[in-house]
């Protein structure tokens, strides 16, 4: 038989364990909701422009939007998308940056994604062609978007077995010719192309993405090249 004393320190007791219980679920739903903000903060809006999104065959167009902005053609995209930047595109970011960049948009001669660029396909739509060539003359010609500065940069696999690859600087040159357009480059490879910016690339050079320092470039002498090399 429990004393009267005996059953009030039981109570005490269950009342203390009710009490500690209730911080624990107070606790828990504290964390819980700091895990959901944090959660929220990595998932938020896109940090960048992907046209289009979520895509894991074709990429037209990747951007990071500022007041002054850098155009820039490469040869094909890798897995950058709107949430992340991949190796290519965060030397791009750092390139722009270090020219006086806050902003970049970033386009290529193929849309479709290879981690490798001969893993590209053997053939390219003309449709493909056509909208990178429309989109990047969209841009460049915007009243909104300031511009009209373009680094060429998509390096010597356009001189191996892909033809459509020149075939796209051709016609998108034709767009571009119409434009007020400044031409840059990273550097000049051995066989006359302009740079790309890949991290191997880079170092053939010399160079890291923090140190390079924009060259002009003679696109319209290598566009007439290209023209009369692939006779379009």
């Not at 075939?167 to 790309?196: A, F, M, Q, R």
Request: positive net charge; contains cysteine; charged residues 25%.
């Amino acid at each position: 038989m429990l004393s009267k004393n005996e059953k009030e320190e039981i109570e005490n007791l269950e009342k203390e364990i009710a009490d500690l219980e209730f911080k624990k679920r107070l606790a828990e739903a504290k964390i819980n909701t700091i895990k959901s903000r944090v959660l929220t903060q990595n998932s938020s809006l896109p940090k960048y422009i992907c046209e289009p999104q979520d895509d894991i065959y074709k990429c037209f167009l990747l951007s990071k939007k500022g007041k002054n902005n850098l155009v820039v053609i490469c040869l094909n995209p890798n897995t950058a998308n709107q949430f992340e930047l991949d190796g290519t595109s965060q030397n791009i970011d750092t390139i722009a940056a270090a020219n006086g960049y806050d902003g970049w948009v970033l386009f290529n001669l193929s849309p479709e994604r290879a981690s490798n660029p001969s893993l590209l396909s053997d053939t390219l739509r003309d449709g493909d062609i056509a909208s990178t060539a429309n989109l990047l003359r969209g841009v460049v010609d915007s009243k909104v978007i300031k511009a009209n500065n373009v680094l060429v940069a998509w390096g010597n696999t356009i001189d191996w077995s892909f033809p459509y690859l020149k075939k796209s600087i051709v016609i998108i040159g034709e767009h571009l010719k119409l434009l007020d357009v400044n031409y840059w480059c990273i550097d000049i490879t051995k066989t006359g192309n302009p740079l790309h910016p890949s991290q191997q690339a880079l170092m053939t050079k010399g160079l890291t993405a923090s140190k390079v320092s924009l060259k002009t470039f003679d696109f319209l002498r290598y566009h007439k090249e290209m023209k009369r090399v692939t006779k379009i």
